[in-house]
């Protein structure tokens, strides 16, 4: 009888010391330091990862970002991106972390991928930022884009992190690939000479009076526009004088007109690469053609063109008022709230002329506010139409490699999915959300909720606290309601699906609120 008892008293502190264990351990579980915190963003913060060390948690930074507070590593890792803007795939890689993984954050899933493959993937991917392989299935690949959120360990999953490659050649290398040159050079130069000795006597003597004389003789205008000779525009600018604005084949001057009339002069690089020469002449031809047949009053108008011996250049009506950027973020100006409405309207109107009232409509593919200009009384126009496109009058929809810039380019460019006029509407939605808030769609130094324009927008408008958008001293006198037909039209325009975005007529429809306008569906990030 002793015995039995003595029994089921051990058994029953057995049970007892058992059930603390496992209560002992479920508390931990839930009071881990890389638990997910309640805004779902991680302790760590954006791009930030959470590892586990004894009983408290250690951040750090994917390869390629840094802390933006080291003194306060819950604010997050930050990615500079700049050098990026391209999407070119050139000197990238991708670099391997060992179980760890960000969840919940994926934009494209494949089950049927190796490890190599998942990579390449995430390459060729401007929105791709880290791809995460399932090292238990051997099959299974996710695409992840900024920002990341409650970054942890995974004991089946291999984070690879795309990083761009600056490092100098090695010694060695630098030594293999100079004597390769050399003898390559020697070989060419030999080659060349006898070459290019007939050319150059073919061009003295044959080539060259001929080009001349059509030159001087045979000026060809392409678009019934004014012909500029070279030394009447550089009468007009005072030698280039003024430097106004530059892009990425030339610089752009101030000038007079004889007649009075001031001018903005795009003159084409002449030091440019081959490459980039190449580049420029046709971004010249096409921005030539476009504007030159184009006529809108929310467009830049062109004056005339210079295409005289190795001059490339482009003579617009001047904009005193600069970019619409420069106002924007970089102070440079003061935009009311009726002001900033009106520009929105005329960028509207302008990119509507484009796509559905132009002879053949045009996908301007830049839309940003680089490129709307200011006039003397802040009337918006629309300028650099150099990677536009011409679409015929049978062809609605085009596939196309990347154009743009990011923040601005629509979802559909980087999923081989067919590109229509729907792209300049998701670029004008980005654009008339920065209107409404005088700031960019991404920024890091604001609190976490709005460093997401468009998810911050969302909460604002989802709670009814829209006035939040708008700085202290614009609220007084706002008109409640066309501020939230200015979200609403923004939140529509930036739609994922292009089929659910709506077309220019509607928007400038929807602007003047001649039409209703429904809540639209959220697909951010919130």
Request: with cysteine; proline share 3%.
């Amino acid at each position: 009888m002793a015995m039995a008892f003595t029994r089921i008293l051990r058994n029953l502190i057995y049970v007892s010391y058992l059930i603390l264990v496992i209560s002992v351990l479920a508390q931990q579980q839930d009071s881990s330091p890389c638990a997910i915190t309640d805004d779902g963003v991680g302790v760590c913060g954006y791009n930030g990862i959470c590892q586990v060390s004894g009983l408290s948690s250690n951040c750090t930074c994917p390869p390629g970002f840094d802390f933006v507070d080291q003194g306060n590593y819950s604010k997050g890792c930050f990615q500079n991106i700049s050098r990026h803007q391209s999407c070119s795939v050139t000197g990238v890689k991708m670099q391997k972390i060992e179980q760890i993984d960000w969840p919940n954050n994926d934009y494209w899933y494949s089950n049927s991928t190796n490890e190599t493959a998942c990579q390449e993937a995430c390459i060729q991917d401007c929105f791709c930022t880290v791809a995460i392989y399932n090292n238990a299935s051997g099959t299974e690949c996710w695409k992840k884009a900024l920002p990341l959120k409650n970054g942890g360990s995974s004991a089946t999953r291999i984070a690879f992190v795309k990083v761009y490659d600056d490092g100098p050649p090695t010694q060695s290398k630098e030594r293999k690939e100079g004597k390769g040159l050399m003898v390559i050079g020697i070989i060419l130069m030999v080659c060349s000479f006898v070459f290019a000795a007939s050319l150059l006597f073919i061009w003295m003597y044959i080539w060259r009076p001929k080009l001349r004389y059509l030159q001087e003789n045979h000026r060809v205008n392409p678009v019934g526009m004014k012909a500029f000779s070279y030394q009447e525009i550089e009468v007009a600018t005072g030698g280039f004088k003024e430097e106004v604005g530059r892009g990425a084949f030339g610089k752009v001057y101030k000038g007079v007109l004889s007649d009075g009339r001031a001018i903005a002069v795009k003159k084409l690089d002449n030091q440019l690469s081959n490459g980039d020469q190449k580049d420029g002449e046709k971004e010249f031809r096409l921005e030539m053609g476009i504007i030159g047949a184009s006529h809108h009053k929310n467009l830049v108008q062109l004056y005339g063109f210079c295409d005289q011996g190795s001059h490339r250049i482009l003579v617009y009506e001047y904009m005193p008022n600069g970019s619409l950027d420069r106002v924007l973020f970089k102070g440079t100006g003061n935009l009311d709230w009726e002001r900033r409405v009106q520009i929105a309207l005329g960028t509207a109107r302008g990119i509507l002329y484009l796509h559905e009232e132009c002879t053949t409509p045009i996908l301007h593919c830049d839309i940003k506010p680089q490129n709307i200009l200011l006039d003397e009384n802040h009337n918006a126009k629309i300028a650099d139409f150099g990677i536009s496109k011409l679409i015929g009058s049978e062809q609605t929809r085009t596939f196309t490699v990347a154009r743009g810039t990011v923040g601005y380019i629509a979802p559909e460019w980087q999923k081989s999915m067919a590109v229509t006029v729907k792209v300049d509407v998701y670029s004008f939605g980005v654009v008339i959300l920065e209107i409404i808030c005088c700031r960019k769609m991404f920024e890091l130094h604001v609190p976490e909720n709005e460093m997401i324009l468009s998810d911050w927008v969302y909460e604002c408008f989802k709670y009814g606290s829209l006035l939040k958008l708008m700085e202290q001293q614009e609220r007084r006198g706002i008109d409640a309601a066309q501020l939230e037909r200015m979200v609403l039209v923004g939140l529509w325009c930036i739609q994922e699906d292009p089929i659910l975005r709506p077309s220019m007529k509607k928007v400038v429809q929807m602007l003047e609120g001649t039409i209703e306008i429904r809540v639209p569906p959220y697909t951010g990030s919130t």
